[in-house]
Every structure is written in structure tokens, then in C-alpha cells.
């Protein structure tokens, strides 16, 4: 599986942005889907996953309530709202084999995405 993140940017502190992260290649089987990001200097944090089905998802503490996860078949979305500077990081979307819900460790996903910046001033 290939993933390929786009919509990141720089915006303001409480402004929206939209990621989307397309999958292609081995996509017939089930798979979940996530998003993680890196801020400088800081360790790899767990976002929020979806399962196969988009039916379940999960979010890290940090951003439940400001962001959703949603997919279409196979492109997974990360609708962020009321961004805060803290927010700013590279954000990458990764993939993991199974039909059931991803996990917040990243050694669960198989595959990942190149990443996407995205900076929130204050």
C-alpha cells in the first residue's frame, strides 16, 4: 500500500484545515487507517485511527472534541477545528492490515505516508 497525505499549511489558532491521505495499491484487503504526528524535537504521537469499515475510530485525548477522522473507500480524512499552536507538527497518515480498529501504537501500521506540515501560528 502507498499512501500519499496532502492539505497541510499555516494557519492561525483556531482556524480549520483538512488532511486527506490516498491509498492506493494493495487496497483490496481490509486494512485500518491513522494519522500520527512529530513536532520538533518531540516524539511520534498517535492522532486517531479508523477501522476498515469507517464504522469505529479512536483519538488521542490531546485532539478529541477538535478533530475527526473519516474515509471514503480509500482515502482517509482528518478534519482538524480549533487548531492550537501545539497542534503544529508533521502529521503522517499509516496503514495496518486488519478489518477491526487500528491501534495507538505506531508498530501496529505496516505502512506510512511521506507527511505533511502543518504549522498553527498563535
Known amino acids: 500500500v502507498q499512501l500519499q497525505a496532502s492539505g497541510g499549511g499555516l494557519v492561525q489558532a483556531g482556524d480549520s484545515l483538512r488532511l486527506s491521505c490516498a491509498a492506493s495499491?494493495?487496497?483490496?484487503?481490509?486494512?485500518?487507517l491513522g494519522w500520527f504526528r512529530q513536532a520538533p524535537g518531540k516524539e511520534r504521537e498517535f492522532v486517531a485511527t479508523?477501522?476498515?469499515?469507517?464504522?469505529n475510530s479512536a483519538y488521542a485525548d490531546s485532539v478529541k472534541g477538535r478533530f475527526a477522522i473519516s474515509r471514503d473507500k480509500n482515502t482517509v480524512y482528518l478534519q482538524m477545528n480549533s487548531l492550537k499552536p501545539e497542534d503544529t507538527a508533521v502529521y503522517y497518515c499509516?496503514?495496518?492490515?486488519?478489518?477491526?480498529?487500528?491501534?495507538?501504537?505506531?508498530?501496529?501500521?505496516?505502512?506510512w505516508g511521506q507527511g505533511t506540515q502543518v504549522t498553527v501560528s498563535s
Open positions: 495499491g494493495r487496497t483490496s484487503s481490509g486494512y485500518f
Open positions: 479508523i477501522s476498515w469499515s469507517g464504522g
Open positions: 499509516a496503514a495496518g492490515y486488519s478489518y477491526g480498529l487500528g491501534s495507538p501504537n505506531g508498530n501496529a501500521y505496516n505502512y
